[in-house]
């Protein structure tokens, strides 16, 4: 699975670069009978669904060429949505500042779950501030132990 999404990013990117986008992330995965390929992407201000459909058709016209993938498959280009993904060191760069979530792969002060406000990130870890009922506590999360982080809608 990670060699196809290493030659779809290797296809995609060029495309996406083309069009003045980013490219956030490429999943491919079973579910059930099917297998799905996704492509998410985005630009300040969010992508329009026009934006989805040129990816959509340059991307599976090169598809088509290359063949690359073994199995039918539906690709599906799209926004990551409000709670996006953090993958790239940009990402955790862009998020400095605003809600995340994170998992870890085992605990850190017991706990395997954090979302606060990343009030910090260096290559080594990230810095985030939890609020706990009325107090506020600090956790530092190497960035070895993180299993996945994403931004995190908040309703106040």
Same mark, same amino acid.
């Given at each position: 699975? %990670?060699?196809?999404? !290493?030659?779809?990013?290797?296809? #995609?990117?060029?495309? =996406?670069?083309?069009?003045?986008?980013?490219?956030?992330?490429? /999943?491919? $995965?079973?579910?059930?009978?099917?297998?799905?390929?996704? =492509? +998410?992407?985005?630009?300040?201000?969010?992508?329009?669904?026009?934006?989805?459909?040129?990816? %959509?058709?340059?991307?599976? /016209?090169?598809?088509? !060429?290359?063949?690359?993938? @073994? +199995?039918?498959?539906?690709? !599906? $280009? %799209?926004?990551?949505? #409000?709670?996006? @993904?953090?993958?790239?060191?940009?990402?955790? !760069?862009? #998020?400095?500042?605003?809600? =995340?979530?994170?998992?870890?792969?085992?605990?850190?002060?017991?706990? &395997?779950?954090?979302?606060?406000? *990343?009030?910090? +990130?260096?290559?080594?870890?990230?810095?985030? /501030? *939890?609020?706990?009922?009325?107090?506020?506590?600090?956790?530092?999360? @190497?960035?070895? &132990?993180?299993?996945?982080?994403?931004? #995190? $809608?908040?309703?106040?």
């Amino acid at each position: 699975m %990670s060699k196809v999404i !290493e030659i779809v990013e290797e296809i #995609a990117g060029p495309i =996406v670069d083309e069009l003045n986008l980013e490219l956030v992330d490429i /999943e491919y $995965v079973k579910e059930g009978k099917n297998w799905f390929l996704r =492509v +998410y992407i985005d630009k300040t201000g969010g992508v329009d669904i026009e934006e989805c459909g040129l990816v %959509s058709e340059k991307l599976s /016209e090169k598809l088509d !060429e290359i063949d690359p993938i @073994p +199995y039918n498959y539906f690709l !599906e $280009v %799209s926004s990551p949505g #409000a709670e996006r @993904p953090l993958k790239k060191e940009k990402d955790y !760069e862009r #998020a400095v500042g605003h809600n =995340v979530f994170v998992k870890t792969y085992e605990p850190i002060d017991g706990e &395997k779950s954090f979302e606060g406000k *990343l009030t910090d +990130y260096s290559t080594d870890q990230l810095t985030i /501030e *939890l609020t706990i009922k009325t107090r506020k506590k600090i956790v530092h999360i @190497p960035m070895d &132990k993180i299993a996945n982080a994403r931004l #995190a $809608v908040t309703f106040s």
